[in-house]
């Protein structure tokens, strides 16, 4: 019978408290449950965010980490999707009600009752959840996917968040041949949008601060890269695109945002600032433009999204980190300092 196992993890004990190496407790596997041997860990700004206690209602301390891949360890008594030795992810939820409108439809992240975030959240049992900066993880196996074997599992970490966050609305908003996309801020998120949006067949356009990721921008499949900061941008691309993914957190014109919009063109946020915006609705009035956002996908669409990176040939650009370089990589993420996707190698741990 299985029992609770001791591992070691990196954790913030305490708000805006650097991550130290420390050790949680795993949940005994239950009939359904999937033990997995965590091989790497993307860091998410979100983590970056809820360490820093920038969103409020965290809980500390907070092992961080829902960009997890790793190899299956032990599988419950009941358990029928998955087996020992099989290549697996967890990404942003590990439960949801199941019973609600929204998770009989494969939308759990949209629960009535909100979702078992993989960390900083409370589990059905009234514990705490632990992510995957950490040894090992257990899981349900309703809200584990299978990776690829055309997705090395380090370049798939990050498919498990910035891929979802950005397949998703693609998806949603029907980006593909004849539609174009503009993808603001080519960073962890908007580098995996491009690649997304360029393999669903739509034009691509880059919006960014200065040129500087041009090169790049253009490398991972986009037809056009224009830097914000020159005010002919704006003019030249107005109603050009029928969708608009933002990526970055930080506070935007969203005006001059909207009059780059077709007539029922859609700018969707997906990055969350920590603090409220102003938004005139003056700006949307007239074509029909609308401002909506987008969470992470469900379960059932983020195996179809690995299902189409491996057979794309898509997968995020990464810098591989031991585990005790973790405070040195989220100072750099907060400097903007990595491209494009820093992942933990949980064999450091």
Known sequence: MSTPTTVTAYAAPAAKAPLERTTVERRAVRAHDVRITVA????????LHQVRAGWGSEIFPMVPGHEITGIVREVGPAVTR??????????????????????LVGLEQYCDEGPVWTYNSVGKDGQPTYGGYAQEIVVDEAFV???PDALALDVAAPLLCAGITTYSPLRHWNAGPGRRVAVVGLGGLGHMAVQLAHALGAEVTVLSQSLRKREDGLRLGAD????????????????????LLNTVSA?????AYFGLLRTDGAMVNLGLPEEPVQIGLQSLNGLRRSMSSS??????????????????GVAAEIEPIRAEQVN?????????????RFVIDAATL
């Not at 224009?226 to 002919?232: G, Q």
């Not at 969470?295 to 794309?312: N, P, W």
């Open 295 to 312: 969470g992470i996908g469900g379960i059932a669409e983020t195996q179809e999204m690995l299902d189409f990176c491996a057979a794309r």
């Open 145 to 147: 996917v299978r990776v």
């Open 224 to 243: 056009d890269y224009r830097a914000t900061s020159d005010p002919a941008t704006f003019g030249e691309l107005a109603g050009a695109f029928d969708l």
């Open 40 to 47: 790497h860990v993307g860091i998410c700004h979100s983590d």
């Open 82 to 103: 998955h087996a020992v030795g099989d290549r697996v992810g967890v990404g942003c939820m590990v439960d949801s009600c199941r019973v609600c409108e929204n998770c």
């Open 328 to 340: 040195e990589a989220y100072d750099r993420l907060l400097a903007g300092d990595v491209r494009y």
């Open 251 to 255: 506070p935007l014109d969203y005006a």
